[in-house]
């Protein structure tokens, strides 16, 4: 059996989109967003946004509960932060970041300045890859502020 079939599921459940768990076929870079909300959210808070005894349980959770608010676990976490993931794990994958450049640029204010050469660095490679990404109508150059949390 080929583990490269279209039906094959690839990966951690935990960290899998609901739409990625629905069909193999209908993912795209948003399905990355999703688990690098999930790795966010474990990062900050100690744990996954979704826990459950059996895959199918976790599948049910992923795919219809929302993910819990990061600061309903750790309230001193900065409400821009809640955003980012938030959005990260939002069910309706058109609501999460297009891609990787889009939520390093989000999350670039929340970092030390040194995170602007990371932010620059992952454009240029969505850029030299061919990416129409463009920073939404109205928001201005990302500059990451000079204050770590």
Partial sequence: MSM?????????????SPEQ????RDVDERSDI???GVILHQLVTGQPPFLAETITELTIKIVTEPAPALRS??????????RVVS?????????R?????????ALAPMGPARAQVSVDRILGVLRAAGSRWRPLAGS??????????
Avoid at 140 to 149: D, F, G, S
């Fill in 4 to 16: 490269t079939r279209t039906q094959a599921m690839m990966g951690s459940p935990l960290y899998m």
């Fill in 21 to 24: 768990l629905k069909s193999s």
């Fill in 34 to 36: 999703w688990a690098l």
């Fill in 73 to 82: 676990i750790r309230p001193d976490l900065p409400e821009a932060l809640e």
């Fill in 87 to 95: 959005r990260c794990l939002e069910k309706d994958r058109d609501r």
């Fill in 97 to 105: 970041y297009r891609n990787v450049g889009e939520l390093a640029v």
């Fill in 140 to 149: 201005r150059p990302c500059r990451v502020a000079q204050r770590p949390w």
